[in-house]
């Protein structure tokens, strides 16, 4: 069976699913069931400065968006950090990390941004042996108001010099959780680098409001008749994630700082793809709070399976693998010709492919009396939306065209590999050799 | 009086009454709001959809279902109405199984289709529920029309028509209006009086006049009709019963299982109903079925259907059949009556076996004997009443078109009518298109 271990920033665990930084890692209670249903890491929830903690609403701070089946797609909150004594959760954290030395166990903090505040808690956190720190850039809600939090994350220069506080006061890894409410990824990630940060985590939770209560007007979840924007989680946000993850994976001038990817992670096939796209390994929130600790065990099985099945002996033998496959439009290749084809036998002629092409796109799905839907394919431009409206899987192919076929909609034969960047259209075109 | 499942003759109160009344709830229970939102969420709102096609109402069941995806049910109930708005019983006897749910791409697909059904009913009874009647009548158009029989046909036509602003006078030879939704429906698949609530529901349209008591040969004439009216539609049903022709026919215990259904729906108090121990219905069709698997659920010791051709030409659907059976009724195939035995009630049955020849039934001389207190006769109703002079074809009034008949000004549809099956649901479609018909005509 494949060997899950991982090592990130030297720091081992026996698998790469560590919780995130949440309600699930609020207390050595939890912590402590996590690791024996088999989470391979935590990182505690996030820590404030000494002195009396923050305190939550005493109303509803959740709000969510499902699916038909009640499944959860989306979580939103309007929590903040730890609201218990820092003193307690340190004394808990020393405790938890002497009983369980080969999970991982990272702290996460956020504390206001002047170097006195933060050169008063790093020592104390160091005294737990907790394995590294994780600094919170990321709370999109209250704490941000309050200069921390998102606060920080969206300002570069700030993000470089706490980093390198922490690097200056604390010895052990230092991780930046970034906030997904910018809009270039790249640039707090580059700013964590500058400051020698050891790895950035990403996503944290993404300014929302997930429904409006349409009798009181008033957005959820609410309090006392108001409502604000909180963060959101979950399966919903995996895109969105994914893709950052990406983009800093493959950024030049970030290339090679480790990722630990967060982000609507939920199954064993969600970690994976985020490992291919350059994550050394994965934090879950939302899956956790979902269906309790054990999901883990999905997650564990999912992955070595697939890791035998593939050949994989260690997780080191895939991160990363997929970065070089990530690159910008401009390089994909224009003479990549393919056709939609609709395999008859598994149709079930619901016209959800027809209804789709005709009004929304192409016109390039014919439909007879009888029902039979077939391509028109001097029509079709490939564009996939037939396949992903249709509701059986597999039903619809996109057959590539082989090199030297013409191309019935344009009358012009597949050629060689050829991108926008030589294409006659493009203005600013570079002269083919 | 202590009576069981084993007792003798025909006996009311075979089974406890907690036990009669589970037996008698609803086939098919409704969704709570949940559990309608996720058999919706499998309607895949197909294009040109073929339910929607094989529907004889022709209801928009994608636009229904999305309705109450989204949380609106009442909507969803408007978009079934407009086409059917006896939607509420149809969505309880409809044999989706051959209709709507048959042609669904998921039946297709998986063998599970989305459950219509049931969907339109959890749309309906939430807007019922609400107590209020969805339409509005247009302005007065000063025309009058003579609705005879106010069965499915009858009442979709008189609502269709009272809709358009025509003054409706709606009639029935018995003294409740309804139809065999009242008379004729199994008890399991309208439950709590629906029948006649839904018939209150329907008349709060205004502009009908109901008139019960009152029929074709019974007080009415149809010249008389003609002439006081602008225009008549003729929904009277099958009224009458073809004969057995089997030797003992008469004898004590045997009866139209139409009469039994019928007095089994009007019963107050189904412990007090009487039947046999051992009970025989003869037929194949949905009545045959609905007699039987009633017979059982009152507690008849032991039930047999006796059909005379093979299983596979059953009136009764595959799935009638599978409920006949999970009910403990016994269905034999390719057996016909050729004589009741009993002194002076029927003790026993005889049944001759039977091959077909190309579409010849013989019979093979070999017989057997069933026990029989209580033999059902439900081998077909027949057109009754229908007025003279109307040209009948094949048993029924022949129409053309939206239910145009042979003599001017008189429409017909339903049961009574050529042309399509007959069903609660065919019924309420002939029924409104002759009222749109009815519409263009009067309104040249
Ligand atoms: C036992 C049984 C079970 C059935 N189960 C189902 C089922 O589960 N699903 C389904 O879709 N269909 C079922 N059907 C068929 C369905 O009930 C009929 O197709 C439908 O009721 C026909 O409607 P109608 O309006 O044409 O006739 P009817 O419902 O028969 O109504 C005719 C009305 O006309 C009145 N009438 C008759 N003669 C005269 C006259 N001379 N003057 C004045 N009024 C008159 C009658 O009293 C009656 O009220 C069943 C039928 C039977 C017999
Ligand atoms: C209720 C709640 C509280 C959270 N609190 C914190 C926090 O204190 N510190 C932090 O870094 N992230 C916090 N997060 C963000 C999560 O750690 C994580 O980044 C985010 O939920 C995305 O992962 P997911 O999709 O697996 O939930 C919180 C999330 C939730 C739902
Ligand atoms: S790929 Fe796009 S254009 Fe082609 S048939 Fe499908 S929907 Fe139409
Ligand atoms: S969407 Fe798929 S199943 Fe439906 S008609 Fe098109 S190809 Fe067939
Ligand atoms: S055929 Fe089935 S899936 Fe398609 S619209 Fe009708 S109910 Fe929905």
């Not at chain 2, 019974?218 to 073809?242: E, S």
């Amino acid at each position: 069976m494949a060997d899950l271990t991982t090592d990130f920033l030297g720091i081992t665990s026996p698998n790469p699913f560590w919780l995130a930084s949440a309600p699930p890692t609020d207390k050595e209670y939890n912590v402590r069931r996590a690791f024996e249903a088999g989470w391979g890491g935590v990182v505690w929830k996030t820590l404030g400065s000494e002195g009396p903690p923050v305190v939550n609403v005493n109303g509803p701070r959740y709000g969510a968006v499902w699916g038909a089946d009640r499944r959860l797609l989306g979580l939103n909150n309007i929590e903040l950090i730890t609201d218990r004594d820092l003193f307690t959760n340190l004394e808990e954290i020393t405790r938890v990390k002497k009983d369980y030395p080969d999970r991982a166990l990272i702290v996460s903090l956020m504390v206001p941004c002047d170097e006195a505040s933060w050169k008063a808690i790093l020592p104390l956190v160091e005294e737990t042996g907790a394995d590294g720190i994780e600094l919170n850039f990321g709370c999109p809600h209250g704490m941000a108001e309050r200069g921390m939090g998102s606060a920080v994350g969206q300002v570069p220069e700030y993000i470089t010099m706490v980093t390198e506080w922490c690097k200056t006061y604390y010895s052990k890894p230092v991780i930046v959780k970034l906030t997904p409410n910018i809009t270039d990824i790249r640039h707090p990630a580059r700013a964590a680098h500058a400051g020698k940060c050891d790895a950035v985590s990403l996503i944290n939770t993404i300014n929302s409001i997930t429904s409006v209560n349409l009798d009181m007007l008033c957005p959820e979840p609410m309090i006392d008749g108001k409502g604000t924007h909180g963060g959101y989680c979950g399966p919903a946000v995996k895109p969105i994630a994914l893709n950052m993850v990406a983009e800093i994976a493959r950024d030049p001038d970030t290339r090679g700082l480790p990722i630990s990817a967060i982000g609507g992670v939920t199954t064993w096939r969600d970690a994976a793809e985020f490992m291919v796209m350059g994550a050394g390994n994965v934090q879950v929130c939302t899956a956790a709070m979902t269906y309790g600790f054990k999901v883990v065990q999905e997650m564990i099985s999912g992955l070595s399976q697939w890791m035998d099945e593939k050949g994989y002996a260690a997780t080191s033998d895939f991160i990363g693998k997929g970065v070089p496959n990530v690159t910008d439009w401009q390089y994909l290749n224009l003479n990549y010709v393919t056709k939609a084809r609709i395999n008859q036998d598994d149709c079930i002629k619901c016209g959800r492919c027809f209804a789709a092409c005709e009004d929304t796109s192409h016109q390039a799905i014919a439909m007879s009396d009888d029902r039979t839907f077939t391509v028109i394919e001097e029509e079709c431009v490939a564009c996939n939306l037939c396949v992903n409206v249709c509701p059986v899987e597999g039903c619809i192919d996109m057959v590539e065209l082989d090199k030297g076929a013409v191309d019935p909609r344009t009358g012009e034969t597949v050629g060689d590999y050829a991108n926008w960047t030589t294409h006659p259209n493009n203005p600013s075109k570079v002269a083919a050799e | 009086m202590s009576n069981s499942q084993t007792t003798p003759g025909i006996v009311p109160a075979r089974l406890p009454g907690e036990q009669i009344a589970r037996n008698f709830a609803d086939l098919h229970a409704p969704y709570d709001a949940h559990e309608a939102r996720v058999a919706a969420d499998r309607c895949y709102f197909c294009h040109d959809a073929p339910c929607m096609t094989a529907c004889p109402t022709s209801i928009d069941i994608p636009l229904f279902i999305r309705q109450i995806a989204t949380g609106t049910p009442e909507a969803a109930a408007r978009t079934i109405f407009e086409q059917n708005i006896l939607g509420g019983m149809c969505a309880r006897v409809c044999p989706t199984e051959t209709l709507c749910e048959e042609a669904c791409v998921r039946e297709a697909a998986e063998g599970k289709p989305v459950e219509i059904g049931r969907l339109q009913r959890h749309a309906t009874d939430a807007l019922m529920a609400r107590n209020v009647h969805p339409f509005t009548r247009a302005e007065p158009t000063g025309k009058t029309v003579a609705v005879v029989g106010a069965g499915p046909a009858g009442l979709a036509c008189a609502h269709r028509l009272a809709m358009k602003g025509h003054d409706v006078t709606l009639y029935d030879m018995r003294a409740k209006p309804g139809g065999l939704n009242e008379f004729g429906i199994a008890a399991y698949k309208s439950t709590d009086n629906f029948a006649q609530a839904e018939v209150d529901w329907l008349l709060r349209i205004g502009g009908i006049t109901l008139e019960t008591g009152k029929g074709l040969g019974q007080g009415l004439d149809l010249n008389d009709l003609q002439q006081a009216f602008d225009a008549v539609f003729l929904g009277i049903g099958l009224a009458g019963v073809n004969a057995l022709r089997a030797e003992g026919e008469d004898m004590g215990g045997v009866s139209n299982a139409v009469d039994f259904i019928a007095e089994l729906r009007q019963s107050a108090d189904l412990t007090g109903l009487p039947v046999g121990r051992n009970v025989v219905v003869i037929g194949g069709g949905m009545t045959a079925v609905d007699a039987a698997v009633q017979s059982r659920l009152l507690g008849a010791e032991t039930v047999t259907i006796a059909y005379r051709r093979g299983q596979s030409r059953m009136g009764a659907s595959t799935f009638e059949q599978d409920l006949a059976a999970s009910k403990g009724v016994r269905i034999m195939a390719n057996v016909r009556p050729v004589a009741v035995h009993g002194a002076g009630a029927a003790a026993e049955i005889e049944l001759e076996y039977t091959t077909e020849e190309g579409d010849r039934l013989v019979g093979t001389g070999e017989t057997l004997r069933l026990r029989a207190d209580q033999v059902f006769k439900a081998i077909g109703q027949t057109l009754e009443g229908a007025p003279e002079g109307i040209q009948i074809e094949g048993g029924k009034i022949k129409v053309w078109d939206a239910g145009r008949t042979s003599l001017p000004g008189v429409w017909a549809g339903g049961d009574c009518a050529g042309g399509g099956e007959d069903l609660t649901v065919t019924a309420v479609a002939e029924g409104r298109d002759a009222a749109e018909d009815i519409h263009k005509v009067l309104m040249g």
